[in-house]
């Protein structure tokens, strides 16, 4: 069994900071990409940010200059700083976690459960 869990997140106000982390555990010896996504309510899933295995970084524009993603291979743990956000950054932020299976030509997708991050103005 794989387990992914964030935490993290909870109320700030707009122009505030919060970091949300995420952990996998169980039955995963490689990680190649961990990420962070956001959905509200009647809206689809959106990527935040992401980071590979060796370091290679993607950010949603509306996050640019304002959240970094950072992780720890040996504790497959990824971090989110969230800074000077936004009501609009309001949302559940699920964690994702992705292995590549070269030899088999399989990936296999984890998702945390989410947590709730809600920017007031």
């Known amino acids: 069994q794989v387990q992914v869990v964030e935490s993290g997140g909870g109320l700030a106000q707009a122009g505030g900071s919060l970091r949300l982390s995420c952990a996998a555990s169980g039955n995963i010896s490689i990680i190649n990409v961990m990420g962070w996504y956001r959905q509200n309510p009647g809206k689809r899933r959106e990527l935040v940010a992401d980071?590979?295995?060796?370091?290679?970084?993607n950010f949603a524009d509306s996050v640019k200059g304002r959240f970094t993603i950072s992780r720890d291979g040996a504790k497959k743990t990824v971090y989110l700083q969230m800074n000077g956000l936004k009501p609009e950054d309001t949302g559940v932020y699920y964690c994702k976690a992705i292995s590549i299976y070269l030899s088999q030509g399989t990936q296999v997708t984890y998702w945390g459960q989410g947590t709730q991050v809600t920017v007031s103005s």
């Open positions: 980071i590979t295995s060796g370091g290679s970084t």
